[in-house]
């Protein structure tokens, strides 16, 4: 069980929607979660690699991390990372002790009826790295906008705009077959 978990406000989730939603029941992207240590290593070409964006990621500045516009991603070909946004923010949201951070991931080709899901896993950027796994997937449209936004916002420490730190704790479920996940303790960003 993850029990340092973060989310997206409400806006942030609206534009990652607005970017991937297609009217017609397609849409471009999933949004999952993944231990940030995960992401910054199956997106580094080496350990040395991967400690100088550590070094240079600095601690987590909540404030201007609420104020990035582009929320981390990765880009999917044929089940394997071919393109990725975020490194220094998943540096710092893992050195924070951050374990669960919800990213986008977008599919290479055309809009596809997405579907949720539990888990995938995806091959890692460079050879020889790990493959990264992301959980509870869950298409970036607007029929899915309920359970996106619950499964961001039951329990949280919220942090927006520097705005004031809140937490409480709770139960989030999705619905479509997706197992619930228990008590956790969740920070939004921007």
Same mark, same amino acid.
């Given at each position: 069980?993850?029990?340092?978990?973060?989310?997206?406000?409400?806006?942030?989730?609206?534009?990652?929607?607005?970017?991937?939603?297609?009217?017609?029941?397609?849409?471009?992207?999933?949004?999952?979660?993944?231990?940030?240590?995960?992401?910054? $290593?199956?997106?580094?070409?080496?350990?040395?690699?991967?400690?100088?964006?550590?070094?240079?990621?600095?601690?987590?500045?909540?404030?201007?991390?609420?104020?990035?516009?582009?929320?981390?991603?990765?880009?999917?070909?044929?089940?394997?990372?071919?393109?990725?946004?975020?490194? $220094?923010?998943?540096?710092?949201?893992?050195?924070?002790?951050?374990?669960?951070?919800?990213?986008?991931?977008?599919?290479?080709?055309?809009?596809?009826?997405?579907?949720?899901?539990?888990?995938?896993?995806?091959?890692?950027?460079?050879?020889?790295?790990?493959?990264?796994?992301?959980?509870?997937?869950?298409?970036?449209?607007?029929?899915?906008?309920?359970?996106?936004?619950?499964?961001?916002?039951?329990?949280?420490?919220?942090?927006?705009?520097?705005?004031?730190?809140?937490?409480?704790?709770?139960?989030?479920?999705?619905?479509?077959?997706?197992?619930?996940?228990?008590?956790?303790?969740?920070?939004?960003?921007?």
């Amino acid at each position: 069980m993850d029990d340092n978990q973060i989310g997206w406000s409400k806006d942030r989730l609206n534009r990652e929607i607005n970017r991937s939603h297609y009217n017609d029941g397609r849409a471009k992207s999933h949004v999952g979660f993944v231990n940030p240590a995960d992401f910054l $290593h199956s997106t580094t070409p080496s350990e040395s690699y991967e400690g100088l964006i550590k070094r240079a990621s600095g601690t987590l500045d909540q404030e201007k991390l609420s104020k990035e516009s582009q929320s981390p991603f990765l880009s999917i070909e044929n089940g394997n990372i071919n393109g990725h946004e975020g490194r $220094h923010r998943m540096a710092a949201l893992a050195q924070a002790g951050h374990t669960s951070v919800p990213i986008a991931i977008h599919h290479s080709g055309t809009a596809k009826r997405l579907t949720p899901m539990e888990s995938a896993t995806f091959g890692a950027e460079h050879e020889g790295r790990k493959p990264i796994t992301v959980r509870n997937l869950i298409p970036l449209h607007h029929d899915y906008a309920d359970q996106i936004n619950d499964m961001m916002s039951k329990n949280s420490e919220h942090f927006n705009k520097g705005g004031n730190v809140t937490k409480r704790n709770g139960i989030v479920g999705l619905a479509h077959s997706i197992r619930p996940v228990a008590l956790m303790k969740r920070n939004y960003y921007g």
